[in-house]
């Protein structure tokens, strides 16, 4: 039933290390996104995929680099991870992607904690 | 570049108390706009939206009108539940592109 989820739910790991968070969703989008929540709770996005092409790539550091296998899925993989990216990182997907205005549906969140 | 400011937080209500939350807005383009709510631990829920001027979202009890003259789209209730305790966000999306950009939200406690 889940629209749009994301694994894993929370995520602990060290200084240096590389992960991946990953998103799906069963709405048949074309567009999914990833957007970093920080301690203070600002939303920002990171990057948009429309039909596995990236059409969204905003100034984020290199180590993060997110991956679209097919147009259900987006996942965000993290290099050398770093203090600072500790954070809520969220998902979404909406129907068309660029010169749309469509509702964006969103995971629950993936909480990140790098120690 | 386009932006959203909320009114600073937190607000906090007893049960039944009227509700507003400011939120304005610059944008280029005729953008629609949009309430999320968060509530604690999850993710982002669509609250309402308005994709022209003079639209009104609705829904659950919450309302916002786009006003472009005053380029702005408060969020009001006119009586409050304990329930509605959760950040909200106001945020926007232009006619050009299709990411959102998010006010830093306004955290919501309702007391009983």
């Known amino acids: 039933d889940t629209a749009v989820s994301q694994t894993p739910k929370y995520l602990v790991t060290q200084m240096g290390n590389d992960k991946s968070i990953k998103c799906e969703q069963n709405?048949?989008?074309?567009?999914m996104y990833w957007y970093k929540q920080d301690s203070k709770k600002f939303l920002k996005i990171m990057f948009s995929?429309?039909?596995?092409?990236?059409?969204i790539n905003e100034t984020v550091p290199n180590r993060f680099s997110p991956k679209s296998p097919d147009k259900a899925h987006l996942n965000l993989h993290i290099n050398s991870l770093e203090l600072g990216d500790s954070a809520v990182y969220f998902c979404a997907s909406s129907l068309r992607g660029s010169g749309s205005q469509e509702t964006q549906y969103f995971g629950p969140g993936t909480r990140l904690l790098v120690l | 570049g386009d932006s959203v400011t909320q009114m600073e937080g937190p607000v906090t209500l007893s049960e039944e108390a009227c509700l507003t939350i400011n939120c304005t807005y610059t944008a280029t383009g005729y953008p629609s706009l949009f309430w999320y709510v968060q509530y604690p631990g999850e993710g982002l829920q669509l609250l309402l939206k308005a994709t022209k001027a003079d639209d009104k979202g609705s829904n659950k009890g919450f309302e916002a009108t786009y006003r472009k003259e005053t380029t702005s789209f408060h969020l009001e209730k006119g009586s409050v539940q304990v329930s509605d305790s959760a950040v909200y966000f106001c945020a926007l999306s232009e006619t050009s592109g299709s990411r959102l950009t998010f006010g830093e939200g306004t955290q919501l406690t309702v007391n009983p």
């Open positions: 995929y429309n039909n596995k092409e990236l059409i």
């Open positions: 709405l048949g989008h074309d567009t």
